[in-house]
């Protein structure tokens, strides 16, 4: 158990809708990441957050957002849902802005978009 | 640009088999972190180790090994007298000294192993 959080576990919805992926990053942890792991594109940095402050940028796509909250907790939200959004969508985090290098990944959440 | 490359797609290998996992990057920082992940059928990333740049030493842990070389690019995985828990898909990634979290990952390398 790495102590990062993901919910939902799975999460089936149709194209065009929005969904909200949360995670909760080990106690202590300042920073958060998320990534997305599909088929075609492989694991693929997203974004993160460090101390709620957008910190670094990957390929997200304009329809996805995050943010991270006071208590450090994230949310990643994916809209106008295609089919190629489908994924398994990991959070991790780490004590600091990312120098040590250590990322404890969480579960994931499945998302399949129908 | 940077960039992870691991040519190995699928290997299998029978219960008590060594086996290394090959791994070559790409970066022109001269500062930088490498990393192997074990992902299980289950799902998970799970850290493996995380060597800098300026850390040549090979490093030794149970059954794993790694062997680091600049000189080659090379970040290659061991895992000796292999074990079916060993099945799994290891990833190796790469990140800039100052963007440690920021990995990027090679497609990975499906291990099978078989009793």
């Known amino acids: 158990d790495s102590g990062v959080t993901q919910t939902p576990k799975h999460l089936i919805t149709a194209t065009g809708q929005r969904v909200t992926l949360r995670c909760s990053p080990r106690?202590?942890?300042?920073?958060v990441y998320w990534y997305q792991q599909s088929l075609d594109q492989g694991l693929q940095f997203l974004i993160q957050?460090?101390?709620?402050?957008?910190?670094a940028k990957g390929n997200i796509l304009e329809r996805f957002s995050a943010q991270q909250f006071p208590d450090l907790h994230s949310e990643l939200n994916l809209s106008s849902l295609e089919l190629g959004d489908s994924a398994l969508y990991f959070c991790?985090?780490?004590?600091?802005?990312?120098?040590?290098?250590?990322?404890?990944f969480g579960e994931g959440s499945r998302l399949t978009v129908l | 640009a940077q960039k992870v490359t691991q040519a190995q797609t699928e290997i299998s290998v029978v219960e008590k088999e060594d086996v290394t996992l090959d791994c070559v990057y790409e970066t022109r920082d001269t500062t930088y972190y490498l990393f192997w992940y074990k992902q299980p059928p289950s799902g998970e990333l799970v850290f493996l180790i995380r060597r800098n740049s300026f850390d040549e030493q090979n490093e030794i842990s149970g059954r794993y090994s790694w062997n680091f070389q600049k000189s080659t690019s090379s970040f290659n995985f061991t895992i000796t007298a292999s074990q079916v828990v060993d099945s799994a898909v290891y990833f190796c990634a790469l990140s800039q000294g100052n963007q440690g979290g920021k990995l990027i990952f090679g497609q990975g390398t499906e291990l099978s192993v078989k009793p």
């Open positions: 957050y460090y101390n709620g402050e957008e910190r």
């Open positions: 106690s202590g942890d300042l920073s």
């Open positions: 991790a985090s780490s004590v600091d802005a990312g120098q040590a290098g250590e990322l404890f």
